[in-house]
C-alpha cells in the first residue's frame, strides 16, 4: 500500500533519445508528489548504474516516468519486478509490445474493428523497394521501436524512400512504412480508476508543421490544440471505445495514450504510448484537465496503478 510515508522513486532520464523529454516529463510528476504530500519522493535520474541505486535506495515503490528505449519497452519494467518494487503504468509483456511498432499492429490486427492504416515492415537488409511495391505514395517511414517521431520522414515519390529508409534505420533495424493519409490527428488517453478503465477527453492536434514531429510536439505555440476534438458525437465515442478496446487488446494497466488519424469517418489507430508525456507541453495532460483532473490528480492516479501490472 502506498501511503504518503512511502519512499517514491520517480524514474527519469534515462538513456534513450527521449531522456530529455522524460527529465521534464520526471521533474513535474517529483513536484507533484511533493505537493500532494508525498515527502520521501525522490527523483531518480536513470543511467546504466539504474539497478544499484534502486538497491541502495529501498524504495517502495517507483513511479516510471520513462520514453523510449529501456525505459518504455520492458527493461526496466523486468528489472523493478526482480528488485520486487511496485511500478506504475504497463507491466513487462504490454510495454514491450506497445514499444514495438509491428507487434503492437499484429496484436491489435486480430481485432477487426480496430482500424490499421496499411503497412508493411522492412527489415535490415531488404529490398525497400520491393517490400514496399504495393502501398500508394505518399508513403511515412518510421523506426519500429522509436517514441517522440524521431527518425520519421514523409516520402513522396520511389527516388525518396531509400535516403528515408536509410535515416529511420539508424534507430532501428526494422523499420515501419504506411501510406500517409490525410486527416484529423487526434489522441486519447486511457486511465485505470477505481471504477475500471476510462478515457480522457479526446484531444485534437493541429500542428503548424505539415505532421506532427517532434518540434510540433515539444515547442510551444507549434501545435494548436482542440480540447474536446471537434468530432461528431458518434465519433467520439467511438474513438473512446476504440482507445479502451487497444488498451486492453494490447494488456496495458495503468495508462497510456492511444493516437489516431481519422480520415473519412474511419478512425485508424496509429500506435500506443505506454509512458505518455508529463511535460507542460505534453497531451496527456492536457487531456486529463478537460475532464476535470488537474495535474496532480493525474499524478496521483497514476500512482494509484503501482503494482497493477501483473
Not at 528515408?164 to 489522441?187: F, Q, R, S, W
Not at 488517453?189 to 500542428?207: H, M, N, S, W, Y
Amino acid at each position: 500500500m502506498i501511503n504518503k510515508n512511502s519512499k517514491i522513486a520517480v524514474l527519469a532520464g534515462g538513456m534513450s533519445s527521449e531522456a530529455e523529454v522524460s527529465m521534464r516529463s520526471g521533474k513535474g510528476c517529483y513536484d507533484a508528489l511533493k505537493r500532494l504530500g508525498y515527502a520521501n519522493a525522490e527523483l531518480v535520474v536513470v543511467d546504466k548504474n539504474i539497478a544499484e541505486k534502486l538497491k541502495d535506495g529501498k524504495y517502495d515503490a517507483a513511479y516510471n516516468a520513462l520514453h523510449g528505449k529501456y525505459g518504455e519497452d520492458g527493461c526496466i519494467q523486468g528489472l523493478l519486478e526482480i528488485l520486487q518494487i511496485p511500478y506504475t503504468g504497463c507491466g513487462v509483456m504490454a510495454s514491450s509490445v506497445c514499444m514495438n511498432k509491428e507487434y503492437t499492429k499484429r496484436i491489435l490486427s486480430t481485432d477487426k474493428t480496430i482500424p490499421l492504416i496499411k503497412s508493411v515492415f522492412v527489415r535490415k537488409g531488404e529490398n525497400v523497394k520491393e517490400k514496399t511495391k504495393d502501398l500508394k505514395y505518399p508513403l511515412i517511414t518510421k523506426p519500429v521501436s522509436e517514441g517522440s517521431s524521431f527518425g520519421m520522414t514523409k516520402v513522396n515519390t520511389p527516388d525518396e524512400l531509400e535516403s528515408a529508409y536509410k535515416k529511420a534505420v539508424k534507430y532501428n533495424d526494422d523499420v515501419l512504412i504506411e501510406e500517409y493519409l490525410v486527416g484529423i490527428c487526434a489522441t486519447v488517453g486511457v486511465l485505470q480508476g477505481d471504477k475500471g478503465l476510462f478515457a480522457t477527453e479526446i484531444l485534437e492536434l493541429r500542428p503548424k508543421n505539415e505532421w506532427y514531429d517532434y518540434e510540433a510536439k515539444y515547442t510551444k505555440g507549434m501545435t494548436e490544440f482542440i480540447l474536446p476534438a471537434e468530432l461528431s458525437d458518434d465519433m467520439t465515442k467511438r474513438v473512446k471505445e476504440i482507445a479502451v478496446k487497444a488498451f486492453e487488446k494490447a494488456g496495458c494497466s495503468g495508462v497510456s495514450r492511444i493516437d489516431f488519424l481519422i480520415v473519412d469517418d474511419i478512425p485508424y489507430v496509429l500506435e500506443i504510448n505506454t509512458s505518455p508525456g508529463m511535460t507542460e507541453t505534453s497531451d496527456l495532460p492536457a487531456q486529463a484537465n478537460a475532464m476535470g483532473i488537474n495535474y496532480d490528480n493525474l499524478v496521483q492516479l497514476i500512482l494509484n496503478s503501482a503494482g497493477l501490472n501483473k
